[in-house]
């Protein structure tokens, strides 16, 4: 079992620029993350989906959106990078909301220039 | 809302107990524990839910209050490879859809 891929593992974008991260998981999870890491900042929500059809906010949504685009995939996109958003990006998926463990993909690194 | 961990950063010696505080400002249905090594994604360590049941993996060890909603997560004798940032993920404020949430972490390094 893959669990959770991420793709791509590191990018480097110009200011301005648009990108699409990728997360497909494998387990048939219902609900679907991503996090942002900061140094100091811990993990942040940025967008979470209950179940395949559904998206909801989290902590730090501005400049970003999500599409769940079937149950194995949640995608996150930039529209227009800002270096704020240089980060690690991490995204999860677990099998039930409340009351199950959430698996990790292994991150995607994102500089802004 | 971030639940708030305490303390943000410990360091022992190899054999040496501690303890991690979690707490939040709103109810809670569940605590999950994660670990983090530089560089790695977090790895699950336990979930607590609302009940108070006190859970066990290995020697790491948690409790949940929920009248407090708080937890705490306990390492006794602790090895070289507990090493790493400890995180809480919460999950609560009613309704069907619960956000996970995660505290800023606590560093924690276990020295020889």
């Known amino acids: 079992n893959a669990g959770v891929t991420q793709t791509p593992k590191f990018q480097v974008l110009k200011t301005g620029q648009s990108m699409t991260l990728q997360c497909a998981q494998d387990?048939?999870?219902?609900?679907m993350y991503w996090y942002r890491q900061d140094p100091g900042m811990g993990l942040r929500l940025i967008y979470y989906?209950?179940?395949?059809?559904?998206?909801d906010k989290g902590e730090v949504p501005n400049g970003y959106n999500v599409s769940r685009l079937n149950k194995r995939e949640f995608s996150l996109r930039l529209e227009s990078a800002a270096p704020s958003q240089t980060s690690v990006y991490f995204c999860?998926?677990?099998?039930?909301?409340?009351?199950?463990?959430?698996?990790f993909g292994q991150g995607t690194r994102l500089t802004v220039v | 809302q971030q639940p708030v961990q305490s303390p943000q950063a410990v360091i022992l010696r190899e054999g040496e107990d501690a303890v991690i505080n979690c707490s939040s400002s709103?109810?809670?249905?569940?605590v999950h524990w994660y670990r983090q090594k530089h560089g790695e994604a977090p790895v699950f360590l336990m979930i607590?839910?609302?009940?108070?049941e006190q859970k066990g993996h290995e020697k790491i060890s948690a409790s949940f209050n929920e009248k407090k909603q708080q937890s705490s997560l306990y390492l006794t004798a602790s090895q070289l490879s507990y090493s790493g940032t400890y995180f809480c993920?919460?999950?609560?404020?009613?309704?069907?859809?619960?956000?996970?949430?995660f505290g800023k972490g606590t560093l924690l390094t276990v020295n020889p």
């Open positions: 999860a998926s677990s099998p039930l909301q409340g009351s199950s463990e959430a698996f």
């Open positions: 387990m048939n999870h219902n609900s």
């Open positions: 989906s209950a179940s395949e059809g559904t998206t």
């Open positions: 709103k109810a809670l249905y569940s």
């Open positions: 607590l839910l609302k009940g108070g």
């Open positions: 993920g919460t999950e609560g404020g009613g309704g069907s859809n619960y956000k996970l949430t």
